[in-house]
């Protein structure tokens, strides 16, 4: 069965430093991989897509960049955090199609 | 572009209730309809997913149902629980994948 695995669970970071999310994708190939970020009290917002390695779509500017190294890796990243960057960022997966999603279980990030 | 509404955006019901979550959307060219239940500070737990031209599904107490032509679905719980409070949004996919902000379930005991 496929599964999906998101890290770390939270994280604290001041200001300007950097950012690293990993979201990995077990027990299927080629899937069509997706960061959305949820603000407190506001809905889900889409980040970034990608339907494969290397392609990386990009839904709203930002602080924040996206790569896909590996089949079922995908990596969110930032050079340098703004406060506006907090809120809880979930990595989600499905194939490509009239599929459902699968979401990570999430990684709550605060910025101070 | 599609808009997706959830109503009401918060319930609170006796224990044992039966209850119905709506959620209309706008353009009806949709792949498929999601619901998911969100617990506080958790992800996203798929409930169940209907394709275009399925008129409903069921799994345990949960029946979601959805008319395209209306652009609408509804969530109905069966004999609520305690343990049903989270919330709860839908999603359609369609050119894009557009969520509801959700509607926050309290089942009181």
């Known amino acids: 069965s496929q599964t999906i695995h998101q890290w770390p669970a939270t994280l604290v970071q001041p200001v300007g430093s950097p950012l690293s999310l990993e979201c990995t994708v077990e027990?299927?190939?080629?899937?069509?991989l997706y960061w959305y970020r949820q603000a407190a009290g506001r809905g889900l917002q889409l980040l970034f897509y990608s339907v494969g390695i290397g392609q990386i779509s990009s839904e709203v500017p930002q602080n924040l960049s996206a790569s896909r190294p590996q089949d079922r890796q995908f990596i969110l990243s930032s050079k340098k955090l703004l406060l506006s960057d907090s809120g809880f960022y979930l990595c989600?997966?499905?194939?490509?199609?009239?599929?459902?999603?699968?979401f990570g279980s999430g990684t709550r990030l605060t910025v101070v | 572009k599609q808009e997706v509404t959830q109503i009401p955006a918060a319930l609170s019901v006796p224990e044992g209730e039966n209850l119905v979550l709506n959620c209309s959307f706008t353009?009806?060219?949709?792949?498929?309809l999601q619901w998911f239940r969100q617990d506080p500070g958790k992800g996203l737990t798929s409930l169940l997913l209907?394709?275009?031209?399925?008129r409903e599904q069921t799994s345990g107490r949960l029946n979601a149902s959805l008319d395209k032509s209306s652009g609408r679905s509804t969530l109905y719980i069966a004999a609520s629980q305690p343990g049903d409070s989270a919330t709860y949004l839908c999603?359609?996919?369609?050119?894009?994948?557009?969520f509801g902000t959700g509607t926050s379930l309290t089942v009181i005991p």
């Open positions: 353009d009806s060219a949709i792949y498929n």
């Open positions: 027990g299927t190939s080629n899937p069509n």
């Open positions: 209907i394709q275009s031209s399925q």
């Open positions: 999603a359609v996919t369609g050119n894009q994948f557009y």
């Open positions: 989600a997966w499905r194939y490509a199609g009239a599929y459902g999603y699968t």
